[in-house]
């Protein structure tokens, strides 16, 4: 998760190295990558450990990235992909292209469900929400049915290269099952625009060009903590939220093994969860030694986690997507 502009003051200065420094190149999305999101901050920390050269390459929203690295194949120039979620690990698990990370499971986590996956380590997670704004929606529709029969206007992030476009599909699906294609149907008139992925979602609603987004019930705090801005929250839906977690993986085919395992332990590290709250603004995978940030204790706690398993999601996608199509196209 990602938010423009407003937090350059916290990007450090990346070290310039020697020729000879070896290098590790991390796919990532986008927005983790950009000046404004975790990938500055945490390649400066990883840096003053390493000895190395850390690259982050930005290749898109979440499954534009998954989509770029089965065409590039054994041959990618990868050592470590940043940004795919559960819904996405089981054809990324299939393509055989990761390789173990040989962790060990903890119960030091934050994480509100079980994980334990030999190929990809969880480092932050969150529950899909729609965010308006209060100054401009007094009363936001409580469900997916109250939505549809309202005149608000949305917009959404396309599931073919967007995680939380993606997420939206399996929210919808493990809600309403068999019924999610007539609950597409009745939404199709109230979608304004689908984006390639999340910033442009997000830009469009900040213009007032929707009455809400679709993102994460953690937006709010980057309004508030970076902008002491109070106006934007998330719709709490009875249905319950689905739960997203980010994942990280090691490529079966990097040319630097033991850099890509320091990295996949780093990502558990207090140097790099420490940083996620405030600039990737979602909850960070391991517990923080000095809590969450405060504007953290004013975000909606859904009552109900919805979450499919990997396999699961996996097994939905094709028939959610054309659900999905085929109400958008009429």
């Not at 009363?139 to 549809?148: E, G, I, R, V």
């Not at 493990?174 to 939404?187: E, Q, R, S, V």
């Not at 909606?300 to 996608?317: C, F, M, V």
Request: glycine share 8%.
């Amino acid at each position: 998760m990602k938010y423009t502009s407003m937090l350059a003051g916290l990007v450090l200065a990346t070290p310039v190295w020697a020729a000879d420094e070896p290098v590790l190149t991390v796919y990532a999305y986008d927005s983790f990558t950009s000046d404004w999101g975790p990938g500055p901050v945490v390649e400066a920390a990883f840096e003053a450990t390493c000895g190395c050269d850390l690259q982050f390459v930005g290749a898109g929203d979440g499954a534009a990235l998954l989509s770029r690295l089965l065409l590039e194949g054994a041959s990618t120039p990868a050592d470590v992909v940043l940004g795919l979620d559960g819904n996405l690990t089981a054809q990324a698990a299939a393509s055989g292209l990761f390789a173990p990370h040989g962790l060990i499971a903890t119960t030091a986590s934050a994480l509100p469900v079980p994980y334990d996956d030999a190929l990809f380590v969880p480092f932050d997670w969150g529950w899909f929400a729609f965010v308006y704004d209060k100054t401009r929606l007094a009363t936001p529709p409580d469900s997916f049915a109250a939505l549809a029969a309202s005149d608000l206007k949305v917009v959404i992030e396309d599931p073919r290269s967007s995680t939380p476009g993606l997420g939206l599909l399996m929210w919808v699906k493990a809600a309403y099952g068999d019924a999610a294609a007539g609950i597409w149907t009745d939404l199709a008139d109230n979608i304004v625009t689908v984006t390639p992925g999340w910033s442009e979602a997000y830009g469009m609603f900040l213009a007032g060009e929707a009455d809400m987004v679709l993102s994460y019930t953690t937006s709010p705090a980057y309004h508030l903590i970076a902008e002491n801005d109070a106006t934007k929250a998330a719709a709490p839906f009875t249905e319950g939220h689905y739960l997203q977690v980010e994942v990280a993986g090691k490529l079966a085919a990097t040319d630097q093994p033991e850099l890509a395992d320091a990295f996949i332990a780093f990502i558990g590290s207090e140097a790099f969860q420490s940083v996620i709250p405030e600039t990737n603004w979602m909850y960070p995978a391991k517990p923080l030694a000095a809590g969450l940030p405060e504007g953290f204790s004013t975000l909606i706690q859904p009552e109900k986690s919805l979450l499919l398993g990997a396999d699961a999601a996996q097994a939905a996608r094709d028939g959610a997507l054309a659900e999905w199509r085929t109400a958008l196209s009429r």
